[in-house]
């Protein structure tokens, strides 16, 4: 596996992110590089040399499977995880993110896998945690942030059996509390949006909601990193796609270069078929 690795690459995608300039080719600016970062816990490499590039206004699936690297990755990117070696670039210049707030500060609002909502806590508080609206006399603006909440939980994500922002989140489903982190990651507007598994617990019509926001903000030129196991999903919303193996990525291709047939091997079996093994299997070239 490690051996092969260099072959499996296939950077069929709009190409190597070295020296690339923003906004090169008549393509949208570069938002986000990661530059062979390599992460290791005690002697285990999570990551191997992983770089991946990110545009403005993409929705990049980043795939793989159980163990792949891809929420490592996020936490990279999040500034939660800090790589052992190689870089990350936002908008072309080297940042070093110490921690989660480091990445926030660059426009980075990142929905993970476990999303930590406090439970004894409204629903509206848990979107504003953080972020509360104060007035001039150091109060909370409560009625404010309840309107709004209640606008958000209407309008960007349908979370099927939520009628009022003032529920306890400790009352509500695990799919219910994933809404509730959308909601609230996708009311602070930001310029990356990162959402490891967010549909995993969400019913259809929250999880079409979600996309049709995704979809929303695309037009607006705000990007989106989606981790998601479903392949067919990945394929229906996003632009390009970063699959991962072993801590490796093993593909990167825009939509327009892969089927969603490309994805389901590529993922299952951490490469994609070379020319030749597709020839023997009686499978034409596209
Ligand atoms: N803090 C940690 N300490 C040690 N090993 C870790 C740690 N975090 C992740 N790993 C290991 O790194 C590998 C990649 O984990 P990661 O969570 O990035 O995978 P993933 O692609 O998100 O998988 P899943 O689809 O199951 O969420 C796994 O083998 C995991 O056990
Ligand atoms: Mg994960």
Known sequence: MDQAAGDIVLNVGSGSTDGMAPGEQGLPPMLLELDRVTKRYGNMEVLKDVSLHVRKGDIVGLLGDNG???STTVNVI????????????????????????ASAELGIETIFQNSALVD?????????????????????????????????????????????????????SGGQKQAVAIARAVHFNRTLLV?????????????????????HLRERGITSILVTHNLFDAYRICDRFVAMAHGQVVLQAKKGEVTVDDLV??????????????????VPAS
Do not use: C
Request: net charge neutral.
């Open 68 to 70: 792949a690297g891809k």
């Open 265 to 282: 091997e590529v993922v299952s079996r951490g490469r994609l078929s070379s020319k030749e093994e597709r020839e023997a299997a009686g």
């Open 78 to 101: 999040s500034g939660v995880v800090q790589p052992d070696e190689g870089e990350l670039r936002w908008m072309g210049q080297v940042k070093q993110l110490t921690d989660r707030r």
């Open 195 to 215: 959402l490891d598994e967010p549909t995993s617990a969400l019913a259809v019509r929250a999880t079409e909601a979600l996309f049709d926001y995704l979809r």
């Open 120 to 172: 004894s806590m409204t629903i509206a508080r848990n979107i504003f945690m953080g972020r509360e609206m104060v007035g001039p006399m150091g109060f909370m603006r409560q009625r404010e942030m309840r309107e709004i909440a209640s606008e958000v939980l209407k309008t960007i994500v349908a979370i099927e059996g939520i009628d009022s922002p003032d529920k306890l989140v400790g009352q509500l």
